[in-house]
C-alpha cells in the first residue's frame, strides 16, 4: 500500500550539488521516520542519513556530515536529500526508506522501500 519514489539522481562532477526527493503516498507521512541509504557497485547497502517523523532529530554518516542535510515537507509527503561539494567515492544507488518506529541507521528496521536513483560524480 506505501510506495516510495524517489528522483534527482544523475550524472555530476566532483564538487557539484545535487538534491534528491522521495514521495511516500498510501498512508500518512508523519506516521514514518525517513532515511536515505545507498549501495555502491561491489559494497552492502549502507546508511546515508534519518529524520524522525516531527523532523527534530537526524542523523547521518560520518563521511556526509556537513556535506548533505536531511529534510522534509510533509505537506507534500516527501523528504530530500541536499547534498553539496560530491565526491566520487559518493557514487551510488540512493534509496528511500520509511520506518513506522523507528529512527535508526539499520537498514533492516525500514518498512518500505523505494526503486532508487542513480547518482554518478566524475571527476
Known amino acids: 500500500q506505501v510506495q516510495l519514489v524517489e528522483s534527482g539522481g544523475r550524472q555530476v562532477q566532483a564538487g557539484d550539488s545535487l538534491r534528491l526527493s522521495c514521495v511516500l503516498s498510501?498512508?500518512?507521512?508523519?506516521?514514518?521516520?525517513m532515511g536515505w541509504f545507498r549501495q555502491a557497485p561491489g559494497k552492502e547497502r549502507e546508511f546515508v542519513a534519518v529524520?524522525?517523523?516531527?523532523?527534530?532529530?537526524?542523523d547521518y554518516r560520518d563521511s556526509v556530515k556537513g556535506r548533505f542535510t536531511i529534510s522534509r515537507d510533509d505537506a507534500k509527503n516527501t523528504v530530500f536529500l541536499h547534498m553539496h561539494n560530491l565526491k566520487v567515492r559518493d557514487t551510488a544507488v540512493y534509496y528511500c526508506?520509511?520506518?513506522?518506529?523507528?529512527?535508526?541507521?539499520?537498514?533492516?528496521?525500514?518498512?518500505?522501500w523505494g526503486q532508487g536513483t542513480q547518482v554518478t560524480v566524475s571527476s
Open positions: 529524520i524522525s517523523r516531527n523532523g527534530g532529530n537526524t
Open positions: 526508506g520509511a520506518s513506522y518506529i523507528f529512527t535508526v541507521q539499520d537498514a533492516g528496521k525500514y518498512d518500505y
Open positions: 498510501g498512508r500518512a507521512f508523519t506516521d514514518y521516520a
